[in-house]
């Protein structure tokens, strides 16, 4: 029977997520560095496709243009995706994935 709330352990986000398609770099503390596709960002973390697994609850760091390296916690992973959360907020509008481009005149 369905009461329309969402399940017990559904928690809802915080913030927006922006879609991005972009290619950064994800370094942990051993140190260990791969490219990954992240798929979003938010002002709270962020979600990327990685090829290699990465332990959850390991601090990595996240190349993001616009803001240079920013540190997060890997928060889940489930198959290529994974997802990180900030340990600082970012700004949006200082990223360089989300910024909007000015029409040429």
């Known amino acids: ?3 329309g709330q969402p399940p017990h352990f559904y928690k809802p986000r915080r913030s927006d ?4 398609s972009a290619r950064s770099r994800l370094v942990d503390a051993q140190p260990y560095s791969i490219e990954v596709k992240v798929c ?5 973390g962020f979600m ?5 697994p990465v332990r959850i ?3 990595v760091s996240l190349d993001v243009p616009g803001l ?7 928060r889940w992973q489930l198959g ?4 990180g959360q900030f340990l600082d907020p970012i700004s949006l509008a200082q990223c360089e994935w989300t910024a909007t481009r000015a029409d040429a005149a």
């Open 40 to 44: 979003d960002v938010s002002t709270g």
């Open 17 to 20: 997520r922006t879609p991005v």
């Open 48 to 52: 990327a496709e990685c090829p290699d």
């Open 80 to 83: 290529l995706r994974m997802g």
């Open 1 to 3: 029977m369905d009461s």
């Open 68 to 74: 240079g390296v920013v540190e997060a916690q890997v």
């Open 57 to 59: 609850g390991s601090y």
